[in-house]
């Protein structure tokens, strides 16, 4: 269930596909779904999750991205904006809603996504 303003979902970034699958579900037997070519969700970790290949952030570390959920997308970006927090990546369509990236006042980037 969504719970508006909570941690919803951790994403990390995705270099190979097929070797992440494998490794998850034969280490912890983490379930996958695949969302296009770059993609793929995950159940059974006790948190549900993703690895994104289709961001154009680097491969870095920790490569962890956090994602809250909010009922109100335009609501929260506009109080994300007035208190200090820099938008990263704007407002965008995915399979399921629409989602933006900000970094807050430490330079920590988490995005929001919304279902509607």
């Not at 070797?19 to 948190?47: H, M, V």
């Not at 289709?54 to 997308?73: A, F, H, K, M, N």
Request: proline fraction near 5%; include cysteine; hydrophobic fraction near 35%.
């Amino acid at each position: 269930m969504n719970a508006n303003n909570q941690i919803n979902y951790v994403e990390f970034l995705l270099w190979d596909k097929a070797r992440t699958k494998s490794f998850y579900q034969n280490c912890f037997g983490w379930e996958f779904e695949d969302w296009g070519p770059r993609y793929i969700s995950f159940r059974g970790a006790g948190l549900e999750g993703g690895f994104n290949g289709e961001s154009d952030r680097p491969l870095t570390q920790p490569g962890t991205l956090i994602v809250l959920y909010s009922d109100d997308l335009k609501a929260i970006l506009s109080k994300v904006k007035k208190e200090g927090g820099t938008i990263k990546q704007e407002p965008y369509d995915f399979p399921g809603g629409r989602r933006f990236h900000f970094e807050d006042p430490n330079g920590n980037e988490l995005a929001i996504w919304s279902a509607v």
